[in-house]
T-cell receptor, first 115, second 114 residues
Framework: GAVVSQHPSRVICKSGTSVKIECRSLDFQATTMFWYRQFPKQSLMLMATSNEGSKATYEQGVEKDKFLINHASLTLSTLTVTSAHPEDSSFYIC???????????FGQGTRLTVV | GENVEQHPSTLSVQEGDSAVIKCTYSDSASNYFPWYKQELGKRPQLIIDIRSNVGEKKDQRIAVTLNKTAKHFSLHITETQPEDSAVYFCAASGGTGGSYIPTFGRGTSLIVHP
């Protein structure tokens, strides 16, 4: 399966600051990547689909100006949480469709804590 | 869009017992059903999957069954071990429009007592 690397694994930031999370596909080129958010003891909620070379597609209810997604290359997508607030604290995780297409391979996840 | 329901939310078993987690989906066009295992603070790992042209698939102690007519699929774990303790998610994709983005169930927290 695909090797997906996400960084950082943990980050603590102050309210009002911005945080950038990176998702890298290490062993193949990914034109599409997905960003999820997971609250404690809850399921994975799709936030947006990151498309290489074009704008991301956001799910309903997700603020595109707050969660900036950039997919500038076939191996890297970034999610920037702008002007973070405590309610943005969560586990953010990216995934990459496998070469078999239906399969999804996940990054390690990023635990964001906003204080 | 697709809606996936998963039950139970919590499942507690004794080591050696079997565990069964059930999911239903709403979009009859969905054709791919993976199961993921997620340990605390870690990424979900694909443990088994099934496609709509197959009714059952087995991999050692893990098996998945699919009933397309009833639109439900189940994960079966036999001879459970403490290391099976984790949250398990079912998902469905490939539905109307051919979307490959999986819709996840709410998860089942499996606890295996030694």
């Amino acid at each position: 399966g695909a090797v997906v690397s996400q960084h950082p694994s943990r980050v603590i930031c102050k309210s009002g600051t911005s945080v950038k999370i990176e998702c890298r596909s290490l062993d193949f080129q990914a034109t599409t990547m997905f960003w999820y958010r997971q609250f404690p003891k809850q399921s994975l909620m799709l936030m947006a689909t990151s498309n290489e070379g074009s704008k991301a597609t956001y799910e309903q209810g997700v603020e595109k100006d707050k969660f900036l997604i950039n997919h500038a290359s076939l191996t890297l997508s970034t999610l920037t949480v702008t002007s973070a607030h405590p309610e943005d604290s969560s586990f953010y995780i990216c995934s990459v469709p496998g070469t078999g297409f239906p399969e999804a391979f996940f990054g390690q996840g990023t635990r964001l804590t906003v204080v | 869009g697709e809606n996936v329901e998963q039950h139970p939310s919590t499942l507690s078993v004794q080591e050696g017992d079997s565990a069964v987690i059930k999911c239903t989906y709403s979009d009859s066009a969905s054709n791919y059903f993976p199961w993921y295992k997620q340990e605390l603070g870690k990424r979900p790992q694909l443990i088994i999957d099934i496609r709509s042209n197959v009714g059952e698939k087995k991999d050692q102690r893990i098996a998945v069954t699919l009933n397309k007519t009833a639109k439900h699929f189940s994960l079966h774990i036999t001879e459970t071990q403490p290391e099976d303790s984790a949250v398990y998610f079912c998902a469905a994709s490939g539905g109307t429009g051919g979307s490959y983005i999986p819709t996840f169930g709410r998860g089942t927290s499996l606890i295996v007592h030694p």
